[in-house]
C-alpha cells in the first residue's frame, strides 16, 4: 500500500507562488507516473502535471509556462510549483500515483488566491 502526503497549501494572493510536495511511503516514486490533479469548488478534479518514469513531464494549458515539476528520488517526493497564481487557481490539490494499475491519491492539500 502506498501513503501519500500532500503538503504546502495555504492562502497566497494573487501573483503568489506556491510550493507543494507529495511524500511517498511504500511505494518508490521514481518508478511510476505520478500526477497533480485539483479540484476547484463545484468543479470535475482535473490534471494540472505528471512526471513519469523517465522525467518527462506534461502541465495543463491552465498552468503552462508558470508550473515546475520535478521528483527528488532521494526524498522519495514529487514537488509541483506554481507560479503567478491566480484565484483560478484555489483549489484542493491532489497527488496521484498509477502503480501498474493501482490508484493512490492523497488526502490533498488546499490552496487559496485570494487577496
Known amino acids: 500500500q502506498v501513503h501519500l502526503v500532500e503538503s504546502g497549501g495555504g492562502w497566497v494572493q494573487p501573483g503568489g507562488s506556491r510550493r507543494l510536495s507529495c511524500a511517498a511511503s511504500g511505494g518508490f516514486l521514481g518508478f511510476y507516473t505520478t500526477t497533480w490533479y485539483r479540484q476547484a469548488p463545484g468543479k470535475q478534479r482535473e490534471v494540472v502535471s505528471s512526471?513519469?518514469?523517465?522525467?518527462?513531464?506534461d502541465y495543463a494549458d491552465s498552468v503552462k509556462g508558470r508550473s515546475y515539476i520535478s521528483r527528488d528520488n532521494a526524498q522519495n517526493t514529487v514537488t509541483l510549483q506554481i507560479n503567478n497564481l491566480t484565484p483560478e487557481d484555489t483549489a484542493i490539490y491532489y497527488c496521484h500515483l498509477n502503480r501498474n494499475g493501482e490508484i493512490f491519491w492523497g488526502q490533498g492539500t488546499q490552496v487559496t488566491v485570494s487577496s
Open positions: 512526471i513519469t518514469r523517465g522525467g518527462d513531464k
